[in-house]
């Protein structure tokens, strides 16, 4: 069983949907981060969120984290091609020694 | 400066060679990661470096041999690898802080291993 499990696992949509991505545990997280990566490039950071309940913004990204810390999502509204990628969440856990844990990630294709 | 570079960019080797594969960054970071991904996968920790001692090792193979001569830089020495070694290699940086710093990633090595 994965530390953190993220969902879908892949997502094909027009352009100019909205869309989900979320990122589900059963251990309280001490920070949250979301990644986007691109073929055969690193992970960029988009996000880190920290406190139970946060909501953060990134031009037509949406970010929260659970009250409990222990669940986040990534919404994405009128997506666009340029979106297309590999979506990561990653958390840093106490009891597994504060290491970062990437979720399996979500593969995003948004066809114009 | 809020780049974390790798080099290089490719590399393939055979199962006898010996090679090394290189990270830098300049942001002042103290907390350097060595990370392996296979395609489609998310990445796997295999060392942290924090303060230029290793404070983690994921339990990976003696043919791989991590090192940081400074703040600034991190390598990773390659030696009798197999074919199932070949992925991505992620190099990152924090600044110090490893559950609460967001990470940096370099672009990453593809690495072949014939």
């Known amino acids: 069983t994965q530390l953190l499990e993220q969902s879908p696992q892949f997502l094909s949509i027009q352009e100019g949907e909205n869309l989900t991505v979320y990122c589900n545990s059963s251990?309280?997280?001490?920070?949250l981060q979301w990644y986007r990566q691109e073929p055969g490039e690193g992970p960029v950071l988009l996000v880190t969120?920290?406190?139970?309940?946060e909501v953060k913004k990134l031009k037509r990204l949406t970010f929260q984290f659970g009250d409990a810390r222990k669940d986040s999502s990534l919404h994405i509204t009128a997506a666009q091609p340029g979106d297309t990628g590999l979506y990561l969440c990653a958390g840093a856990v106490l009891e597994y020694g504060n290491k970062l844990v990437f979720g399996a990630g979500t593969i995003l294709r948004v066809k114009s | 400066d809020t780049e974390v570079t790798q080099t290089p960019k490719h590399l393939v080797m055979g199962m006898t060679n010996k090679k090394s594969l290189k990270c830098e960054q300049h942001?002042?970071?103290?907390?350097m990661y060595w990370y392996k991904q296979k395609a489609k996968k998310p990445p796997e920790l295999m060392f942290v470096?924090?303060?230029?001692?290793?404070?983690i090792n994921e339990s990976v193979p003696s043919r791989f041999s991590p090192e940081c001569p400074n703040s600034s830089l991190l390598n990773l020495h390659l030696h009798a690898l197999q074919p199932e070694d070949s992925a991505l290699y992620l190099c990152?940086?924090?600044?110090?802080?490893?559950?609460?710093?967001?990470?940096?990633f370099g672009p990453g090595t593809r690495l072949t291993v014939l």
């Open positions: 251990s309280v997280f001490s920070s």
């Open positions: 470096y924090s303060y230029e001692k290793l404070s």
């Open positions: 969120v920290v406190t139970g309940g």
């Open positions: 990152a940086s924090s600044q110090d802080n490893i559950y609460r710093d967001p990470f940096f």
């Open positions: 942001m002042g970071h103290r907390a």
